[in-house]
């Protein structure tokens, strides 16, 4: 059994837990809720997560030797769920990465620091192809050619508009378009003064990374 750590939402930890099956691998995912350890997610995968998981760069999640004792006794009933499709050998095809940790959104939310990421996300960032500045009045400068597929063009893309307000609740980034009412959601992983951690379109990785202009 190999595991490895990564953090979300600023402070909450995500263990990821990996033990090969026949025809593949067996997973877990184990969080904190209400300061007690708890499986959210138990199924097979084909997916080699420890050659597949990056974070937003290559390598940059380690992972170690464990054993199954690691492992906590208490499960979510999003894990017993899953379980269930083991029982009945089925291997879960998940195409992105992401997948394997959407279960996140059963996790409540710590206030103090969801009030602390919304004050940290006001300014301008940029990735060098999008750029987007967070006014405090929800006021929202954004600029992202739509030639190919970004974490932050998805919904212009879909209905050629541009964003011009935004708000975010609950770990979602909202960017909309106030006249269309329309836009996109997008889930936020990490923000802090110096970056800002969105979920990656590509299917191998998780996080897109913006940096902080001003």
Not at 176 to 182: F, G, I, P, Q, T
Request: charged residues 25%; contains cysteine.
């Amino acid at each position: 059994m190999r595991t490895a750590n990564i953090t979300v939402r600023n402070n909450q930890v995500l263990e990821m837990f990996t033990e090969p099956h026949e025809r593949g691998f067996e997973f877990w995912l184990v969080a904190v809720i209400k300061g007690q350890r708890t499986v959210l997610s138990h199924h097979l995968t084909r997916d080699d997560l420890e050659r597949r998981f990056c974070y937003a760069r290559p390598a940059d999640v380690v992972w170690r030797d464990a054993s199954a004792s690691e492992l906590p006794h208490q499960k979510h009933r999003s894990a017993v769920e899953e379980e269930k499709t083991i029982a009945r050998s089925t291997f879960w095809e998940l195409h992105r990465l992401a997948d394997y940790v959407s279960v996140i959104n059963v996790l409540p939310n710590d206030r103090k620091t969801l009030d602390a990421a919304r004050k940290a996300i006001l300014g301008k960032w940029t990735d060098g192809v999008a750029s987007l500045s967070f006014g405090p009045d929800h006021r929202l400068h954004w600029s992202c050619a739509l030639g190919q597929p970004h974490p932050l063009n998805m919904g212009s893309r879909t209905v050629g508009q541009e964003p011009d307000w935004w708000s975010f609740e609950a770990w979602q980034l909202h960017l909309m378009n106030s006249e269309r009412k329309c836009g996109q959601r997008i889930g936020i992983l990490h923000v802090d003064d110096r970056e800002l951690h969105v979920y990656s379109t590509q299917p191998d990785r998780l996080a897109h990374v913006l940096h902080r202009t001003s």
